[in-house]
């Protein structure tokens, strides 16, 4: 659902998450959303939702020194490209559309 917000509504989502994660090593969240492959603004194709979308570096520090003190949390991320079907329901057209699918882990 991050991808439904601008950047800092998705900082406040990530810290009331990172809240309800256990501090116990081991203890792991994780999702996925859609992302375009760069840090970036991004306007639907009917101008009716302006988002940001994350890169896998900018997940990582949003995470790891932005919810999460430097070093206590693992951060893994794989980008997989969105097929038409699923660019056409999010409404982004013809740009170059990906799923962002995340872990976090407590260290």
Not at 44 to 59: A, G, I, M, N, V
Not at 74 to 97: F, L
Request: aromatic residues 8%; hydrophobic residues 35%; proline residues 5%.
């Amino acid at each position: 659902m991050f991808h439904l917000f601008q950047e800092d509504d998705q900082l406040r989502l990530a810290r009331g998450l990172g809240a309800l994660l256990s501090p116990e090593p081991g203890s792991m969240i994780f999702g996925s959303h859609g992302v375009v492959p760069q840090t970036s603004p991004v306007q639907s194709d009917d101008d009716r939702k302006r988002l940001f979308s994350h890169s896998p570096d900018s997940w990582t520090e949003l995470w790891d020194g932005g919810v999460f003190e430097r070093g206590t949390v693992r951060v893994n991320t794989t980008v997989t490209e969105m097929d038409r079907k699923h660019k056409r329901a999010a409404g982004v057209g013809d740009i170059r559309a990906c799923w962002l699918q995340w872990s976090v882990t407590q260290l």
